[in-house]
């Protein structure tokens, strides 16, 4: 009996042994974890600290060097150089009336003041200093003299591209994009890289790195995104010129809020090598690169610029198409499509008023307008658009979100993809299509193409039943209240399609929020009624003054016939102003 008494004790003291042992390794596991939390949180810090830096010390060396050239030249005329266009700029640079160096030196004192205000700089390229010495060789060049902003995914030899996400942070490109090359040899200088959002798929442009940018119209609104660096900047007048890239309204939604020009050309029209995504491998919904300017003249220059035979023979992936200066410059009557709505969302009254504005000024120039309206859209948006962009559940973008802060502007966007698969589909009927990005199997994945190319094929169809030369539709706007951009995603509907369609689209500003704006915005209630158009309506208010756009769009392959457009929008709104 005494032997099992002891075996018993024995037993009861080896468990409390083995709980105590449990406890400790539990509470070493536990400590473990929170220093690799804290050491991972540190070297996370480190790197963000290590960008803002190096942007701050770049700032500050290009601003000793503009006092330095000032002081060199005090009779420099900067604000009449500032107030020139592209076409004037590049005329006066040939001529000799104007020096590089005056050129430069005023705008990258423009820029280095602007960003003071608007944030939009995630810093100056050095190099570009350099470059400036050995121009000359250049003279020959279409764009010869010109300094060129460029967004910050775009690479430059030596520089980051981290898409707003630190885990691309201290991975400098190995050489130039194409695009920078073909600019560098058309005689442009490019000298300053512009922020954007956080992974790149959101409106807005704000990132843990770098920071938030603001509108230059208002400092209380976002510029938009992604290319918001690049809208703000040239909305601010610190660039003459900006290439930035367009997924689903890039390139046109900041311009349109920051009251500027934008063009996303045909995809595969311009060169994407060294243009970096947040991610690779999406093929339904295709991105472009594409200028950004104060007019349409600027963005056509651009153009042609880049479609020459040194971008062609860099990337031999591109049809060697160069710009059509006829189809460009003629002035023939055309047959016009037009929407005010998509069906989907309805658009502020201020975005209303700008179509008819313009319809009616298109009108009385002789050309015929006649109604449009998408096929699908609900389809389009949820079966295309959201499973085309997130075929993956979006698992890879929160791979590269991964050990990164999350920045305020795109909470409300990604948190929803953190939830578990079983919950997404629970809640895809409350919160479709917010949480609707669910991953598919290859073979749903091939099928998603074909339908992609099934729709692509169905809305030309439309198109030639209408018989229409172009389209005018509305774009995203006024600029919104800062956080909404990433709660209000089913506003994207008015840009994204024309990426899914590869249709060339542009953004010309036409007109102003007014008073009478505001005040009918106070009936708004929105196609659907619900929490997403109660939020666009937030999102758009107190935005009195604030430029508003329309959007111009031509078929595949037909880019200068767009410009064309955009350009004969621009000529009448000048002429009614006046």
């Given at each position: 009996?005494?032997?099992?008494?002891?075996?018993?004790?024995?037993?009861?003291m080896?468990?409390?042994?083995?709980?105590l042992?449990?406890?400790?390794?539990?509470?070493?596991g536990?400590?473990?974890?929170?220093?690799?939390?804290?050491?991972?949180?540190?070297?996370?810090?480190?790197?963000?600290?290590?960008?803002?830096?190096?942007?701050?010390?770049?700032?500050?060396?290009?601003?000793?060097?503009?006092?330095?050239?000032?002081?060199?030249?005090?009779?420099?005329?900067?604000?009449?150089?500032?107030?020139?266009?592209?076409?004037?700029?590049?005329?006066q640079?040939?001529?000799?009336?104007?020096?590089?160096?005056?050129?430069?030196?005023?705008?990258?004192?423009?820029?280095?003041?602007?960003?003071?205000?608007?944030?939009?700089?995630?810093?100056?390229?050095?190099?570009?200093?350099d470059?400036?010495?050995?121009?000359?060789?250049?003279?020959?060049?279409?764009?010869?003299g010109?300094?060129?902003?460029?967004?910050?995914?775009?690479?430059y030899?030596?520089?980051?591209s981290?898409?707003?996400?630190?885990?691309?942070?201290?991975?400098?490109?190995?050489?130039?994009?194409?695009?920078?090359?073909?600019?560098?040899?058309?005689?442009?200088?490019?000298?300053?890289?512009?922020n954007?959002?956080?992974?790149?798929?959101?409106?807005?442009?704000?990132?843990?790195i770098?920071?938030?940018?603001?509108?230059p119209?208002?400092?209380?609104?976002?510029?938009?995104?992604s290319?918001?660096?690049?809208?703000?900047?040239?909305?601010?007048?610190?660039?003459?010129?900006?290439?930035g890239?367009?997924?689903?309204?890039?390139?046109?939604?900041?311009?349109?809020?920051?009251?500027?020009?934008?063009?996303?050309?045909?995809?595969?029209?311009?060169?994407?090598?060294?243009?970096?995504?947040?991610?690779?491998?999406?093929?339904?919904?295709?991105?472009?690169?594409?200028?950004?300017?104060?007019?349409?003249e600027?963005?056509?220059?651009?153009?042609?610029a880049?479609l020459?035979?040194?971008?062609?023979?860099?990337?031999?992936?591109?049809?060697?198409?160069?710009?059509?200066?006829?189809?460009?410059?003629?002035?023939?009557?055309l047959?016009?499509?037009?929407?005010?709505?998509d069906?989907?969302?309805?658009?502020?009254?201020?975005?209303?008023?700008?179509?008819r504005?313009?319809?009616?000024?298109l009108?009385?120039?002789?050309?015929?307008?006649?109604?449009?309206?998408?096929?699908?859209?609900?389809?389009?948006?949820?079966?295309?658009?959201?499973?085309?962009?997130?075929a993956d559940?979006?698992?890879?973008?929160?791979k590269?979100?991964?050990g990164?802060?999350?920045?305020?502007?795109?909470?409300?966007q990604?948190?929803?993809?953190?939830?578990?698969?079983?919950?997404?589909?629970?809640?895809s009927?409350?919160?479709?299509?917010?949480?609707?990005?669910?991953?598919?199997?290859?073979?749903?994945?091939?099928?998603?193409?074909?339908?992609?190319?099934?729709?692509?094929?169905?809305?030309?169809?439309?198109?030639?039943?209408c018989?229409?030369?172009?389209?005018?539709?509305?774009?995203?706007?006024?600029?919104?209240?800062?956080?909404?951009?990433?709660?209000?995603t089913?506003?994207?509907t008015?840009?994204m399609?024309y990426?899914?369609?590869?249709?060339?689209a542009?953004?010309?500003?036409?007109?102003?929020?007014?008073?009478?704006?505001?005040?009918?915005?106070q009936?708004?209630?929105?196609?659907?009624q619900?929490?997403?158009?109660?939020?666009?309506k937030?999102?758009?208010?107190?935005?009195?003054?604030?430029?508003?756009?329309?959007?111009?769009?031509?078929?595949?392959?037909?880019?200068?016939?767009?410009?064309?457009?955009?350009?004969?929008?621009?000529?009448?709104?000048?002429?009614s102003?006046?």
């Amino acid at each position: 009996m005494e032997n099992v008494k002891e075996f018993v004790q024995k037993m009861e003291m080896d468990t409390r042994v083995a709980a105590l042992m449990t406890g400790a390794a539990c509470a070493v596991g536990a400590l473990v974890l929170l220093v690799r939390k804290g050491i991972s949180h540190k070297k996370t810090n480190d790197k963000i600290q290590i960008a803002r830096d190096r942007r701050t010390e770049s700032l500050q060396q290009a601003e000793l060097a503009v006092l330095r050239y000032k002081e060199s030249r005090p009779s420099i005329d900067s604000a009449r150089i500032l107030n020139l266009s592209l076409s004037e700029l590049t005329k006066q640079l040939k001529s000799g009336s104007l020096t590089p160096e005056d050129v430069f030196y005023s705008y990258m004192e423009k820029t280095l003041d602007v960003h003071k205000n608007l944030n939009c700089c995630t810093g100056v390229l050095l190099e570009s200093f350099d470059q400036l010495k050995t121009i000359a060789s250049n003279k020959d060049g279409l764009l010869y003299g010109v300094p060129v902003s460029i967004k910050e995914n775009i690479a430059y030899k030596n520089h980051d591209s981290s898409c707003g996400v630190v885990i691309n942070l201290d991975q400098p490109a190995k050489e130039d994009s194409v695009l920078v090359q073909v600019l560098k040899r058309q005689g442009a200088i490019p000298f300053v890289k512009t922020n954007l959002p956080q992974g790149l798929l959101n409106y807005d442009c704000g990132n843990p790195i770098y920071g938030q940018t603001v509108n230059p119209h208002n400092f209380q609104k976002t510029s938009g995104g992604s290319s918001g660096g690049e809208g703000a900047l040239v909305g601010g007048g610190g660039s003459v010129l900006g290439l930035g890239s367009d997924i689903g309204g890039s390139i046109r939604i900041p311009a349109a809020f920051c009251g500027i020009s934008g063009f996303k050309p045909t995809a595969g029209r311009i060169s994407s090598q060294g243009v970096k995504p947040i991610y690779r491998g999406q093929k339904s919904v295709l991105s472009s690169a594409g200028p950004m300017a104060k007019d349409v003249e600027s963005l056509a220059l651009c153009m042609q610029a880049l479609l020459c035979d040194h971008m062609f023979s860099l990337d031999p992936t591109i049809p060697p198409i160069p710009f059509n200066v006829q189809v460009y410059e003629s002035t023939k009557p055309l047959r016009i499509g037009y929407l005010e709505n998509d069906g989907y969302l309805q658009p502020s009254p201020s975005m209303v008023r700008a179509i008819r504005e313009v319809k009616a000024l298109l009108e009385q120039a002789g050309h015929t307008l006649v109604p449009y309206s998408p096929l699908k859209i609900s389809y389009l948006v949820t079966e295309l658009l959201i499973k085309g962009v997130f075929a993956d559940g979006a698992a890879t973008l929160l791979k590269k979100l991964k050990g990164s802060p999350l920045d305020p502007c795109l909470k409300a966007q990604v948190l929803p993809y953190y939830l578990p698969k079983w919950l997404k589909k629970a809640l895809s009927f409350l919160l479709k299509p917010l949480v609707s990005s669910l991953p598919i199997s290859v073979s749903d994945l091939w099928e998603q193409h074909a339908a992609v190319e099934d729709y692509i094929q169905e809305m030309i169809a439309e198109w030639r039943r209408c018989n229409i030369d172009v389209l005018l539709c509305p774009v995203i706007g006024p600029a919104f209240n800062h956080l909404y951009c990433g709660r209000v995603t089913t506003a994207l509907t008015c840009t994204m399609i024309y990426n899914l369609l590869t249709f060339p689209a542009g953004v010309v500003p036409v007109t102003t929020v007014t008073a009478e704006d505001e005040q009918e915005l106070q009936h708004y209630t929105g196609i659907y009624q619900d929490r997403w158009d109660r939020l666009f309506k937030q999102a758009v208010s107190q935005s009195e003054g604030l430029p508003v756009a329309v959007q111009c769009v031509a078929l595949p392959w037909q880019d200068e016939l767009c410009l064309r457009f955009m350009k004969e929008v621009e000529q009448l709104v000048k002429q009614s102003r006046k």
